[in-house]
């Protein structure tokens, strides 16, 4: 894998203001042939599954893998290609649709606490509590849904103060040993029309497309603008947000699974070590077992 592709490349710096037009939506192809790809992709799949028997059997950190990007970027398929190899008892994969009554109930946070993963597992959020400043900024009037005090959302700082309750969120589950990296998966406009076209002349995709979606493109400078604000408002050293070029399905799976290694990397994980009279009741069951 190039030089040029190592998860600092991709990284948004904290503070920053955002601006994604400068941001690539594709890159030159990571790898010369499909076969190249697999081989690539196959190896990084192994190494994760290595990393978190790891994490599973030395449960002092969580992982948390939060995927965003708009309709089509293939967020599904990157998760389900990159997270391939991992063991189902150690990893949790979370899709979060519309809120439930229940959940609008509850501050909007609540639902996404509920799913979080637990010290030795990875969980994985298919969109996410950031939907709150994404989809509801772009539909303010999702808010009315929620039943908060007029004197709440009538704040001119009303966003302002929902990224801060993300980000000391964040900070706070990271005190607490749960690692956080976001993925937001960057999808030109052009990209999104042609797998769009896709799902409708593909009868076996057709069940991928909803009406809705072409709906929420009417929506598409709306959602850049929002997606600008979160990333440069929430992107921390704790909690980073990472841009992937989209464009390309396998070019994104690559790094995001290079970047999920290099995390894993950080965390210097081990085995827990066995003492010596844990060696020694082994010894003594060895020895019945071989009787």
């Known amino acids: 894998m190039r030089e040029d592709c190592h998860a600092r490349n991709f990284r948004v710096p904290p503070a920053d203001e955002v601006d994604l037009s400068k941001w690539p939506t594709s890159i030159d192809p990571l790898c010369d042939s ?8 196959a190896e990084h799949v192994l190494e994760l599954s290595k990393r978190q028997e790891l994490l599973y059997a030395a449960p002092r950190y969580a992982v948390l893998l939060v995927f965003q990007g708009m309709d089509g970027a293939g967020k599904d398929g990157a998760i389900r290609h990159v997270m391939s190899g991992i063991n189902p008892q150690g ?12 959940e609008l ?48 959302i009538e704040k001119k700082d009303f966003w302002n103060q929902r990224y801060r309750s993300i980000v000391d969120w964040e900070a706070h589950l990271h005190r607490n040993g749960t690692r ?9 406009k052009q990209e999104q029309r042609k ?7 593909d009868q076996h995709k057709n069940w991928k497309f909803s009406a809705a979606d072409v709906e929420e493109r009417k929506f598409w400078k709306d959602y850049v603008r929002a ?6 408002a929430t992107s921390t050293a704790d909690a980073p947000w990472y841009v992937v070029p989209a464009d390309d399905k396998d070019d994104s799976r690559l790094i995001v699974s290079r970047i999920i290694l290099e995390l894993f990397n950080d965390l210097d994980l081990h085995y827990p070590r066995t003492s010596a009279k844990r060696r020694r009741q082994l010894h003594t069951i060895r020895k019945s077992l071989t009787k």
């Open 34 to 41: 499909g076969k190249a790809y697999r081989k690539l992709l």
């Open 91 to 102: 990893c949790e994969v979370s899709s979060f649709k519309q809120p439930t009554p229940v």
């Open 105 to 152: 109930a509850h501050d909007f946070l609540w639902r996404t606490t509920l799913r979080l993963p637990e010290r030795g597992r990875i969980g994985v959020f298919n969109r996410s509590h950031y939907e709150e400043v994404l989809v509801t900024r772009v539909h303010p009037e999702i808010l009315e849904r929620e039943d908060l005090p007029r004197s709440v």
């Open 180 to 188: 956080i990296v976001k993925f937001f998966l960057h999808l030109s």
């Open 195 to 201: 797998r769009f076209l896709e799902r409708i002349d």
């Open 227 to 232: 997606y600008e604000a979160c990333l440069g």
